[in-house]
Structure formats: C-alpha cells, structure tokens
C-alpha cells in the first residue's frame, strides 16, 4: 500500500526529511506544506544579502522547483497546516485563497520552525519593527536600506543580532547593537571570549549597549524610537533580534506534548509521544550530548541531521538521532568565532567541576606573511579529564578547528590526548604547534 | 648534583629536547651542537623564501640566540660531533677551527635530521647538483635564480620537490619534475588524489614526467644535463629532491642500533637501544599508530613532539611519545592538499582489508561567492569500521579537516560515529552538511 508522508515545513529540517523518505520508500506519496512563497531556501545566507555578499535573495533557493519534481515532492507553498488530527490521522491546511482540505498521513514531520520572540514590552503591539527570519523579512530590510535608512537599533547580542548588525554597517548604516546581558553571544560564549568578539565588532564601528533592558517601544502607531534603561533611542530601522522561539501551536493544539524547552520533545528517532509523528528543526528538542539536559538549539547543521532521521524513519528504515553539541559558527567582519560542547559558564550551571585552558596563537607560521591571531580555551571536566567544551575566536581557520574539537567531544578524548595529538602542519598554514595542542597544555599545568 | 644534557642538532627536534629539559631541570648543563652557522630556523619554511613569500632566509630563525641566553642553553654552532663513547658518556665534537674537544653528559639526545640521498646514479658525483635542506642550500638556489637561471630540472616528486618546484615557477623558472613513480607524492596520497593535485599543477606551468627514473647525471665537473629513460634534459639549474635519508653515521659508530627503516631505534620514550641516549626527529624510527610497523615519518610536527618528549625525559620526568598518523599538509599554488593515517596503497600493502568512499563537495554554501571545490576521501578498515586514513584536496580549509579526522583516527571513531556527527556551519565557511559526514556516508553505502 502506497505510504502517505506529511512534512509541515519546508526549509532545513523538512526538505531534508522530505528527501531522506523518497530514498527509503519510492512510492510513497509526499507531501511539503509551507506558508512562505518560497520553500527550500537558506535562512542562513540572509544577512549576506543584506551585506551585499550574495546578489539576490532567490540566489538562496537552495532546492529549486525542479528538485521538488525530481524527487516526486508535493510541495505546496503559501498553505498553513491549521490542525492535526492524531486519531484519524490528518492535517487540515488552508491554501492560499481561504479554501481548507485535509490530507492523510500515515507519517507526519513537523517541521514548522521559530518566530521571532517580543518579550512583554510597553508598546510591543506598534508597527514598523523588523526582524529576520524569512526572506520576506530580508527583502523588508533591504527595502528601508534603499528607501535612505542611516541607523539602525538591534535588539539583541546573538548571532542573528550581530550577523545582521555587521551587514547594516557594510551597508553604510549607523548600528547600535542593545542587549540586556552582560556580554554579547551569551548563548555560544564565555564572558572573556565574547569579549575578544565584542572588542572587534566596536573597532569596527558598531555600538553595542550592554546590560540594556528595552522597556518600551516608542511612537504613535509605529515605532519612532525605543527606550532602555531609561534612556531614549532613536533610528531609522528597528530590529527584533531577542531570540525565537518554536513554533509549537499546531502540536499543542492536538495533543502534541512540548518538553522543559517549550519545543516538542522527541525520542532518539525523532519521534514525539505520539507514534509516527516526528518534530525535527528549530520547533524540536533533543538531548545534550555532554549536560544530557533537553534542549533546543536551533542551528541548520542539527536541522538537517534531524530532518534525515525523521524522514527515514518515515520511510520505515529505522535511524536514530545522536545527542548534540551545538556545534556554531560565525564571521563578523574578519574575524571567526565558533564554539561547541558546552561553556565554562554552562558547567558551573550544571554543577560540573572543569579546568579550563586559553592560549593566544597564530593561524600560520609566526614568520609567514598575513599571519593571524587565534585563541583558543578549552574546557575539560576536572574528573574524567575530558574535553568537554571548547570556543574560538579568530583571523580564520576557525570552522575546522571546531570541528576537530567536536570530534574529540564526542569520542571522549582526554585533555593529555589533545596534548599529544597527531596534528599537520605546513607554514602558510600553521605553527609547528598546533594552537588547540598549545591550550591543552595549559589545562594541563592546571590539572597538576 | 648538576646534570650534564648533550643535544646533537639544533633545530626543530633538537631546540625542542633542549627547552623541556630546561623546563624539567632548572640547573642542568645544557649544551646543543650544531655543523650549520644558524640554529633554530624553519627547514619547512625555505620554500616560501625561494618563492618570495618571505623576504629573507633569516625571517626563518624562530629561535635567535636571544632564546638560547635567556633558558641558559649554551649554543655551538659550525660544530661538529664526530663520536658519541657511550660507556665513558662523552661526544667528542670539533669546532670550525678544527680544534677538537669532548664533552660529558649524562643524557644525550641524537637530533642529526637528515640529509638528501642521490640514488647509485652515473655520474652522481657531478658538480653543481643543489639540494634543498639547509639555509644554505636555500640560498644557493636564490643565487642561481638571481644570476639568471631559467629553467630547472626537479628530480623527485615528493613534498619537498614539488613545493620547491611551485616555488621557481613563482619566480617564473620553468620547471621540469621528474618522478620514477606512476603518480607524484607516492609517500602521501593514493594516484586518485595525487591525479588532482598534478592537474592542477600542470594547469600551472608545470611539467611533470612520471616513470621515469633518471639514469644518468651527465657533464663535464659539473653537471649540465641528465638522463631518464633515455631521454636527455637540460636546464639551468638540477635538483636533487629524491628524498632523504636519517643521518646515523654517528649512532651507527658509537653502537647505537637502527631498526628496519635504517633509521636510529627508539622506545615510547625516545630513548634508543642505549639508556640515557634518545634519538628525535628526523633520524628517529618510530611506530605508526594503524600499522604498528616502524616509520620514519621525517615531518617538523613529529620532530618537535619527540624533541618535547626526549627532553623531558632527559629532565627526569617520565614522558612517553605516543604513535604517528604522519598528518601532512601542503599548498601547492591554489590548491592545499593533505592526508593523515595509511592511504589506500598501505592499506593493501599491510593486508588490510579497506572500504573507501571519495566526496567532491565546496568550502562554503554553495551560493556564497567564492565557494572551493574540496576533495574528501576515506579509508576504513572493512572489519572494524574505523577510519584508519583519510586524504583532502580542495582550494581552502584543509589543514584543519586533517587534524579533526587525525583526532577521529586516534579516537577510533568508526565511520558510522562520522556521518552522524555535530560539525559546525555557517554560509561563508562550511556547506550544511561537511564534506567530512558526506564521504562518511559515501564508505557507509558501501559497507552494506
């Protein structure tokens, strides 16, 4: 009997469930629903158009129409799941023009992403404040940017915060940046090493506010200005970069169960409480690989690995879904910051005892030109001497540096092993001592 | 009482001894002996002097005699060391004067290197054939280049023929590579891989003849042609990159014994087969941690790490140097290329069953504008499922893949464990999905 298979969502997490299901079943019927005009595209790459990096919006379609053909994909764009009926298993949806229908499933991914969050502010409800999150959203700001926007106010120190602060000053505009906790990227970073990150972004021009609460939002019907901590600030564009949250209304409405995050919580499949209902992407929560807590961390890599999970086992060949490690990624300007595991600050929250180890270093040779600087810290729990956490900041070479790092994350390697690990190096490329090697060693001298 | 601490060679393994002995012992007697006229220069850095990348052979001195005064190391330069008594425990060294001398200690730790080997050719002993291992050979090579040469003739296409080879077409020589084997950097990389790298070396400028080995080295005193498979060559300039071999003569006088890569035999310790006697770098055997079997890996990352653990032994603090993967790395013109553990070739070699799987995939989202193409593949032991080698060619970003998939080698991560592992992403550094977990999945495909 032909299989029906229901993604609600369309970008990451549910293309990407989508297309593991057609690999596992070639006949099953399979169905995308969004309500953006556009499925498949790149939330990521939004701030490098808004930096002008990347040319067009439409170059982020990451799966064109022809792929959702190819692989037999129903994709049905501009339509809202509206609810799940988990008895009779169907989903009701709303196209575009009002009419509703339903459609059978005999397994559902709920895919349905994140919002961007208001907190309770006085004068939330006023127009005229942006965010991004959608292309729609991108395509917004780039409009007021052409309309002769000069200044913006950021709400927000995270990573979408700060991406998209740095592509408005490379668009010309004036960016203050506020955030109500004591450093930026408090979700990814340490205090020292948001530090180095926030020291570079200010060189650069951007204004960043810390320890801001915003009170309220200022104007008649639309937004003229905001305040926090009492202080009054104006500017022509006003972004909601607080945080998101997952979109769980569909799930909680028919009986979907969230977990302690507030995002539907699932099993090692994917699965939610109700068999054959999976959630994957920023709507899911999965476990920690080192704090074994639920959490929800909203990042593409985990999107996609959870949507493969999802969709496979959709099409019926059992796959399971690993903890994470929040494996992150960012440039801001020249720099690269990226962390993985969890922080020295997550630690003492979870009540792990850590030594931790910081060194300052160089990406090539000390004598090759274009050298840059690196610094590593390392965060190693005290009793089984492993490595359980790591954050870098750097001229480049970052990325792979985080991953090597994950991967001894995940294989439980010792801070002595980091230590005498086998590393390459060529001057135009390295210094003879592997920098991540250099930190181990100052955890080390610690641990004596 | 003082202890006495004899390190022969001062260069990377050598220094290396010196320092952690000095860190261990703040009074011991510390004497390094050395045949150049400078210490403690990059070897790995004189190409990038030759192509003009760095100005001067003396931006190669990472240690100045500054370094030596201030950990109290007393430096010999122009020295030679002509014997080692092992049952009195003294070397006997010669100074450039000629003036001869013994000195006392109680360790000693052999860093001779290595020196270039020219194969039982016809007329070998020829004038004018330049090599490319010391500072002064470096600057011989400038000299030719500055008189006027024009073309070169590189026998040998391992690592050190090529970059050299990159570095004279940059100084715009053109530039012949001659290698008896069916593929260019056979030590290093299966023909597949190797395949790109040439293509792209070629598309350079750069002639490259493989099978053919040269058998005769013709001229006068001096060398003004050769001979490979009977073929004549002339050019301005000859070089001798056929490889090298350890320096033992003095270890092989004084009884200090070799193992079966004719290199000096050594133990976890670095110690050899005499006690307080250590053997480092390039003239040290060593075991390979996938095959077991005795290297000689001859790369400044081991160097330094056996010079570290040597000479903390030498200090009086147990240290042991654990196995090598041999992760290597280089940029040839745009491309960099690397690998770690055992190429498909060993594998075979050493009767281990394997399964591979090769992955061409970009250095960002495939979007961003100056995305790389990056070659990854795998080798993984069939019974097992570790990886146990892996080879990278792409346009940027390498170096550190090696090392994470080093630490994945190390930590025994099963291919498996690879393809479902956290990696980080963001659009100007990484596709969603690493080229790592891709040829993690094209092995897995496989094992089925």
Known sequence: MTQKIVVIGANAAGIEAASAARKKDRTAEITLITK????GYSRCGLPFVISGAISHFKDLIVYPPAYFQMLKLNLRTQTTALSINTVEKKVTIQTFDGITETILYDSLVIATGATPFMPPIKGREKQGILCLRSMEDG??????????AKSAIVMGAGLIGLELGVALIERGLQVTVIEKMSQILPQIFDADMAKLVQEHLEQKGMK???NRTVEEIVGDDKVSAIKACGEKFTADMFINAF???ANTKIAVDSGIPLGETQSIKTDAHMETEVKNIYAV???AETIHFITHKPVCPQLGTIAVRQGKVAGTNAGKVNSQFT?????TITRLFDIEAGATGISETTAIKNQIEVVTGTINSKTKADYYPSAKPIKVKLIVEKKTEHIIGAQIVGGEEVTQRINAL???IQKQMTIKELAKSDTAYAPPM?????????????VIMKLR
């Open 323 to 327: 903890c994470i490690l929040a494996s």
């Open 36 to 39: 953006e005009k556009v499925a």
């Open 139 to 148: 395509e917004k700001i780039d409009e007021h940017i052409r309309a002769g």
């Open 208 to 210: 960043i506010l810390l």
């Open 281 to 283: 992407g920023d709507c």
């Open 243 to 245: 945080g998101v949250r």
């Open 430 to 442: 390295s210094e003879t001592w592997e920098p991540m090697v250099l930190a181990a060693e100052t």
């Open 406 to 408: 994950s991967f001894a």
